[in-house]
């Protein structure tokens, strides 16, 4: 017995990181508060498999929670709901910004109304800027019902709803600070800072390695984010290599890279430790920062054994680097499903090995490229980064990542970025 609830336990740490990966990287993409509560209700519905499931957010002006996003009901329901706080399931767990697992709504005298549904079991989670445990402030109520199984709800399942809703919600707060920032010389003064900070965090210069020609280069979009890029040579110690994002744009962003990268250059002495302890140790030196600012770090992280031709490497929820092989002419993808920085204090993180030979090319890239968004609406994706390899792999590591930044402006048709774009690359020899 014990056995089989360690597994359901692990299985739902397991199904929660991976919601919050899903759900973190869909809502960077948001542009407005309406669009980042849509984003929360798919991902929950998709992650819990229910039918019928809405957000209520809080109208200051009238004083009510009114239904801002809904999937399974009725469009003339949605406009008539109006629910002061304090009052029945949603209006209480607004008010005590606590999250209610009901098993039996027919028992409840507040959930009378809900009698359309066609189940007895109901979840409602407050969507808050800080975690539920320091009672913060709701802003909203996320509320589901109808399980696609027919079965009733568990506490595991209202854990998960009430940790997507936290975590989203902080997004709601980081849009809210950018609809002020970005008015006036503030927003101008605030880019600029944070362009210059950013600036200092990349390489000016890479070291030259032994058996590796290495090129990186970051392209910064207009609104400035945290994506960051290193090589760490060490002389007798393996190389290391690094591609790491900070959520969100601004000067927050750029500040948090600049811990990370402060981290681990001044905290990281011994190079031999594995990836996945440098990660580790990394996590626990800044999640308290993170935690405080609400955002998190996706970061790849590996090591070249130039001894054995070996690449060693550790993956904490960022895009899965390439790795074309020349022999066969085809591509692998480097992942080790280990979790984001300053989501899970624990030691979520995983190392995995792989050979290299020569003519073998490595590209590791943040999602800035990837989801780069061209004029017929079509995303420059791994496919513009594969044609981009094939084209370009007779030519340096340079060469290479010249190739990829060019085809990825031409695919924009000149367009501004909507978020920095960076590759590093290794060609092996």
Request: aromatic share 6%; hydrophobic share 45%; with cysteine.
């Amino acid at each position: 017995m014990m056995t089989k609830n360690k597994d359901k336990q692990a299985d739902f740490e397991k199904k929660a990181f991976r919601a919050i990966y899903r759900l973190s990287r869909s809502i960077m993409k948001a542009t407005t508060v309406q669009d980042v509560f849509s984003k929360i209700l798919d991902t929950a519905i998709d992650v819990i498999g229910v039918e019928k499931a809405s957000i209520m957010k809080y109208d200051d002006k009238e004083g009510v929670l009114k239904i801002i996003a809904a999937r399974g009901i009725p469009k003339d329901v949605l406009g008539q709901v109006a629910v002061k706080p304090g009052e029945g399931i949603s209006g209480k767990v607004f008010k005590t910004a606590r999250p209610i697992l009901i098993k039996d709504v027919a028992a409840r005298k507040e959930a009378l109304r809900h009698r359309r549904y066609k189940s007895t079991s109901l979840i409602s989670a407050p969507v808050t800027c800080f975690p539920v445990s320091v009672r913060g402030k709701a802003v909203g109520v996320i509320n589901m019902t109808d399980k696609i199984d027919g079965s009733v709800f568990t506490p595991h399942d209202l854990e998960l709803v009430t940790v997507i809703a936290a975590e989203a919600a902080a997004y709601i707060r980081i849009l809210n600070l950018a609809e002020y920032a970005k008015e006036g010389e503030r927003l101008r003064r605030e880019l600029e800072m944070a362009r210059e900070i950013q600036n200092t965090l990349l390489p000016r210069t890479l070291p030259s390695l032994a058996g590796v020609d290495v090129a990186g280069e970051c392209i910064m979009a207009e609104n400035v984010g945290g994506d960051y890029f290193d090589v760490l040579h060490y002389g007798l110690a393996p190389s290391a290599f690094v591609v790491a994002d900070v959520s969100g744009h601004g000067i927050g962003a750029a500040l948090l890279m600049g811990g990370l990268r402060s981290a681990l250059r001044a905290e990281l002495g011994i190079p031999a430790l594995p990836p996945s302890a440098v990660i580790r140790k990394l996590n626990r030196l800044i999640f308290d920062d993170l935690v405080r600012a609400e955002q998190f770090i996706s970061m790849f992280y590996a090591q070249y054994i130039h001894s054995t031709r070996t690449l060693r490497y550790s993956n904490a929820g960022h895009p899965p680097p390439m790795l074309y092989r020349n022999r066969n002419k085809r591509f692998e993808l480097l992942d080790t499903d280990g979790c984001l920085l300053g989501v899970e204090a624990g030691e979520h993180f995983y190392d995995m090995k792989v050979s290299v030979d020569g003519g073998d090319i490595l590209v590791m890239y943040t999602d800035g490229i990837t989801e780069a968004v061209g004029k017929r609406g079509f995303r420059f994706g791994m496919n513009g980064i594969k044609k981009s390899v094939l084209s370009a792999k007779n030519l340096g590591a340079r060469g290479i990542v010249k190739n990829i930044l060019d085809n990825l402006v031409a695919h924009v048709g000149g367009a501004k970025l909507s978020d920095d774009a960076t590759v590093l690359v290794l060609k092996f020899k």
